[in-house]
Every structure is written in structure tokens, then in C-alpha cells.
């Protein structure tokens, strides 16, 4: 399939098709509940929200980099932030996965935060704060060994 039967096929509108076969849209993606097991496309960037929730993801693999406004990847078989977006100008919600760190976690989030640490969903406060202080901390163990 081309990428243009296949945004077709996703009710994917708005997109530019760049260079490197990844793609930019101009608007939201609207992938929830269609039994994917790993995203059709890979994306750069989505100037709108980016909804994968309720499917059989494994990995975050062709998400996209930044996403201007929502994120919701919860509902999945994820068990790691590996692949998934760096920039979100709105809310994280992947809850109902079982990721267990903000490894790989995006780095930038505008809103509320939510993620499943197997015994419930929870909500991170300050988010911003909490990735850097992960990431220092992950750094200081690096250097100490």
C-alpha cells in the first residue's frame, strides 16, 4: 500500500508527505480502537492530537516527534515509551499499559501526565520537573557505575 492509500484507509487528511516517507499532519490523527498492533505510518509531526488508544500496540515505533497539542496511547500491551513522542504541547495519557519508567519518556509535556504503574493510573504532578530530575538521576548512576 502507498502511503497515500494508506492515510486514505485512516481517515489521515492535511499530511505532507516528506523525504524520508515519514509524515507531518496539519490537524489530528484518530487511530483508537482499530486492533493495530503497530502504527501504520511513521510520523514527524502532528499539529493537532495524536490518538492510538485501545489497540495492541507493543511499541511507539512511527509515532511522532513532537505533537502539538494531546497524546493518548493508553489501553495497549505498551511496556515502554521507546519510539513514542519528545514534544507534547497538551496531556500524556497511557494508562492501562504496563510501562514501569519514564525511560524514553517524553522529554516536554504541557499538561497532565498519566501513566499505569501496574497497580493504578496514575497523575504526575509537574511533570517538567519530574522527567529532569529522571533523567539527572539517571546520569548520576551512569557516572557513579
Do not use: Q, W
Amino acid at each position: 500500500m502507498t502511503i497515500k492509500e494508506i492515510c486514505k484507509k485512516y481517515g489521515i487528511e492535511n499530511y505532507t508527505i516528506l523525504p524520508d516517507g515519514s509524515i507531518d499532519v496539519n490537524g489530528s490523527v484518530r487511530l483508537g480502537s482499530m486492533g493495530l498492533t503497530k502504527l501504520p505510518l511513521r510520523f514527524t509531526t502532528v499539529n493537532g492530537d495524536f490518538d492510538c488508544e485501545y489497540n495492541k500496540l507493543t511499541t511507539l515505533e512511527g509515532c511522532p516527534i513532537s505533537i502539538a497539542f494531546n497524546f493518548c496511547c493508553f489501553g495497549n500491551k505498551l511496556t515502554s515509551f521507546e519510539g513514542g513522542p519528545v514534544k507534547v504541547g497538551g496531556y500524556v495519557d497511557a494508562g492501562y499499559n504496563d510501562i514501569k519508567s519514564l525511560d524514553y519518556a517524553p522529554t516536554e509535556v504541557g499538561g497532565d501526565f498519566h501513566m499505569d504503574m501496574g497497580d493504578g493510573v496514575y497523575k504526575i504532578e509537574n511533570y517538567n520537573s519530574a522527567i529532569k530530575l529522571h533523567n539527572r538521576n539517571k546520569i548520576i548512576k551512569k557516572v557513579l557505575g
